[in-house]
């Protein structure tokens, strides 16, 4: 694998931003998930502490109202003491009763009975709130303080008579908070594993496919167009090597008909060339060559001349098409008179082979079209109709009109194309009859270019032949054009 920028490019390839980002999505779902579990078991444990320590103090409350004096609303300390030893057993804190002078009268742990007290729940306590908090001392750790005041109610008044004070230890339950929040982390590290090897797993499936597309395309660049991609299903990247095999297919096709163009050109180009050249020296070596041999021999390097222009026009004429595909220049104009014209200027080819044309034409139309392209199509069929059919023959062209089409059909009575040719006769360079066409001076370059200027106008060109008995060849123009 390659450096990019100094960089190894394992780490900026698909899969490895794949899998950074599964995990990076996976790490802050975790993360979410364990935090708001953590304060949600947190808070519940707490509070259900809370709620249990301020029954207990209410509890509390209710037993030692019963240890006040009628008359002085004072605790009694006997009683008091006797009551608490009971009830301090239940409670697994520390118990203060404070009365309402903030005197400490029952200390479950005993070393501040009679002390005056001074702390903030007592305080609230004694305005008649119930009251808990939560401190962390440095000696005790995590403490819960609950403040619950001892109220005395009869008919006429609601006097507080102390507090209920209750300080308790929540270390056992940090602990079981703590407990839950590591086996959480614990599950949470292994499903990040697993997810991790999963990951890998899926990504490699995903980038996989891409590194091989890529060794292909790199093989298809360094020249071998046939290269296909074995990748199977219907997803993006199914569809994509589908895509790029049906690429591939046509880039090798269209390099052979590169090739193969290239070739036909080359050998078209040669076999005038040839005659010239043997031509000129058979006139060279002669040195008493008498002048009527000159002029004939002249007369002939000069058809080949000919010849050779004719395949280089052809030849323009096909990459001016290629160049020109978008820019036709179409203009609104009359079949009927594009017909004419090209049936006028081959009449004196015609008339020395004693071939009659005659027009068919039943109404004007006029249809928006690349004047000079498509009289360059008609002139090549009308003239291939002249060009093969024998002296004596005549050819018939009717111009009507099929649905949203323009018809110009070419009738010939002349020597016919043989069922088997008939597929390739639109095809670059392709002669039925090679040797016939070279004394006739085609190249077999006509009916391509025709096609294709059709074919850029939209419509169609189709052929019907009998050997010997004659050609129709028929030319759709669609009437109103989209160019
Ligand atoms: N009307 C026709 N009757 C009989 N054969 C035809 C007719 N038109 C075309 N062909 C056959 O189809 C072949 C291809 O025609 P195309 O016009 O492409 O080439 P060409 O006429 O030989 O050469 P070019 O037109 O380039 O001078 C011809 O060589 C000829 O064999
Ligand atoms: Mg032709």
């Not at 109610?153 to 006097?159: K, L, N, W």
């Amino acid at each position: 694998m390659g450096t990019i920028l100094g960089i190894n490019s394992k780490f900026i390839s698909i899969r490895w931003k794949l899998l950074s980002t599964y995990l990076l999505l996976l790490v802050i779902a975790l993360l979410i998930i364990n935090i708001f579990v953590y304060e949600r078991i947190k808070s519940n444990y707490i509070t259900e502490k809370e709620i249990s320590y301020i029954t207990q103090g209410n509890i509390i409350s209710n037993r030692v109202r019963l240890s006040v004096d009628e008359e002085n609303k004072m605790f009694n300390q006997l009683v008091l003491s006797q009551m608490m030893e009971e009830v301090s057993r239940l409670v697994d804190g520390r118990i203060l009763i404070v009365d309402r002078e903030n005197t400490v009268m029952y200390d479950s742990f005993h070393d501040l009975k009679n002390s005056p007290i001074n702390l903030y729940e007592v305080n609230r306590a004694m305005k008649g709130e119930q009251i808990s908090h939560q401190y962390d001392l440095p000696k005790f750790g995590k403490v819960l303080y609950i403040g619950v005041p001892v109220s005395y109610y009869d008919d006429y008044s609601d006097t507080i008579l102390g507090v209920v004070f209750l300080s308790v230890s929540l270390e056992d339950t940090y602990q079981r908070i703590n407990n839950i929040k590591n086996l959480l982390f614990f599950i949470s590290l292994i499903t990040l594993l697993l997810i991790t090897v999963i990951s890998l797993l899926l990504s490699d499936m995903i980038s996989e496919p891409i590194k091989e597309l890529t060794e292909v395309m790199q093989k298809t660049a360094h020249g071998a167009m046939d290269q296909k991609v074995s990748m199977e299903g219907n997803d993006e990247i199914g569809q994509l090597s589908k895509a790029y095999n049906f690429m591939s297919t046509k880039l090798s096709h269209i390099e052979k008909q590169r090739q193969d163009f290239v070739a036909n050109v080359s050998r078209e180009l040669k076999t005038p060339l040839s005659s010239m050249k043997l031509l000129s020296e058979s006139l060279l070596t002669q040195p008493d060559t008498p002048v009527e041999v000159y002029q004939e021999f002249l007369k002939d390097i000069d058809s080949e001349i000919d010849r050779l222009n004719g395949i280089i026009e052809s030849l323009l004429a096909m990459v001016d098409m290629n160049e020109e595909k978008l820019k036709l220049d179409y203009q609104l104009a009359s079949v009927n008179y594009l017909v004419e014209k090209v049936a006028n200027s081959i009449r004196p080819l015609a008339h020395k082979k004693n071939i009659k044309i005659f027009i068919n034409q039943w109404e004007k139309i006029q249809i928006y079209l690349d004047k000079g392209k498509i009289y360059q199509a008609l002139m090549n069929i009308i003239h291939n109709a002249v060009k093969y059919t024998d002296e004596g023959g005549k050819v018939v062209i009717s111009i009507l009109k099929e649905g949203k089409y323009v018809v110009i059909r070419i009738d010939d009575n002349g020597i016919g194309i043989p069922t088997d040719s008939l597929p390739y006769i639109f095809e670059r360079f392709y002669r039925v009859d090679s040797a016939r066409s070279r004394k006739t001076g085609g190249s077999g370059l006509g009916l391509s270019i025709s096609h294709q200027i059709i074919s850029l106008h939209q419509g169609t060109v189709d052929v019907e032949s009998t050997v010997n008995v004659g050609t129709t060849f028929y030319i759709r123009l669609p009437m109103e054009l989209n160019p």
